[in-house]
């Protein structure tokens, strides 16, 4: 009785104010009403920005890590088709390593088309990297790989990633390329949509075990399909501990997410940095409908 009560006193006081001219010079002052009780006041109130849901979420993952898996590990989000991107996490960049596979097997694709094809199965699905240096070879080395490459990662919305070759100085290799999340999930947004990607999104759902953490296999009991390309190697030229980092890509029936992620454990090993990054990609799984998602 005393909700039925209260919601009249607001229609009461609504149908007061059309009546007394409420706004107007002589308008009559309203009572003083008290808050709607629920579910009323749940039904009013705004419903929340999803970054802001996903903050709060992610506040608490991170707290829990610090404590089982510490160490430094960042995560970007962009909506298929849009460089709109949100991030979480301290770490926000590091050296590429094997996610840069992506975009020299899709420039050699285009370069020599089917001829590349049994090396890019190698240097994506295996993560191979005499495959990957004879792709890089296949587009002429040096300057030319390089504009190759960056010419990918341009289409692909990322317009500040330099690309590091053996014509740097001192010469580099293009693992050790700085790529920040948030451009590599740029990039990830718009990878399915380039015109000749299909093969290298359909080798990246089929990775073989050494890549098989993070979020491969996320979602699949509510019938999402991903595709990842995993990278990993010592996060600095004076560390040896390891930097670990995957690109990917969450289909789902309401449309698709590009991930970017890195972890660097402060135990150094590759294995926890896997434990750190599938615990953020089984995060995304719980979160997965407040995901941002879009389409080509």
Sequence with gaps: MKVVTRFALVVG????????????????????LPPLPEPFATWFAPPEPVEKKLAKSYAALAKSMKKSLPGQVGVAIAPIGSDQVISFGSLKAGRAWSTMKVPVSLAAQRERGPEVAKMEDKAITFSDNDAAGEL???????????????????EGHDTRTHVSSEIDDPPSYPGHTSWALRDQ????????????????????????????????????????????????GPATSKSSGHLVRQLGIITTTDGQVAVSMAAIPRSGSFTDGTKMLTRVGNWLGKNLADLPKGRC
């Design 13 to 32: 006081a609504l149908a007061m104010s059309v009546v007394l001219g409420v706004g107007s010079a002589n308008a009559v002052p309203l009572p003083a």
């Design 185 to 232: 999930a740029v990039f990830g947004a718009h990878l399915p949509c380039f015109r000749d990607s299909e093969n290298i999104i359909r080798l990246m759902s089929q990775v073989a075990p050494n890549q098989q953490w993070g979020i491969a296999r996320v979602g699949r009991e509510k019938g999402a399909v991903t595709a990842v390309k995993g990278g990993w």
């Design 136 to 154: 890089w070879g296949v587009l002429g080395g040096g300057r030319a790989s390089v504009d190759a490459v960056t010419a990918v990662l341009r």
